[in-house]
Nanobody, 119 residues
Framework: QVQLVESGGGLVQPGGSLRLSCTVSGSIFSVNNMGWYRQAPGKQRELVAVITSGGSTNYVDSVKGRFTISRDNAKNTAYLQMNSLKPEDTAVYSC?????????????WGRGTQVSVSS
């Protein structure tokens, strides 16, 4: 069994910061790409940021310069540092991971964590 557990969400004022964490645990050989997605009420889920096992990153334009994705491969954990938060960043943030098990790659998802930006 593979589990992804997110943490770090909460309520923050505009301009504030939050740091999300996503840890992969279970029977895995390796973790390749890890990504953060978000879904706001009434909107489609969108990819926020992705990081490869080698550390290459990519971001949606709306968060460039404000969010930073990173990872600790030894801990199978990805982080999303979110600065200068705006009300439009309010959403449920979920992580996913491309996990290799017995030579086969599978995508797993966490359950999500709520981020609310409001004064």
């Amino acid at each position: 069994q593979v589990q992804l557990v997110e943490s770090g969400g909460g309520l923050v004022q505009p301009g504030g910061s939050l740091r999300l964490s996503c840890t992969v645990s279970g029977s895995i050989f390796s973790v390749n790409n890890m990504g953060w997605y978000r879904q706001a009420p009434g909107k489609q889920r969108e990819l926020v940021a992705v990081i490869t096992s080698g550390g290459s990153t990519n971001y949606v334009d709306s968060v460039k310069g404000r969010f930073t994705i990173s990872r600790d491969n030894a801990k199978n954990t990805a982080y999303l540092q979110m600065n200068s938060l705006k009300p439009e960043d309010t959403a449920v943030y979920s992580c996913n991971a491309l996990v290799v098990q017995h030579g086969v790659s599978h995508v797993y998802w966490g359950r999500g964590t709520q981020v609310s930006v409001s004064s």
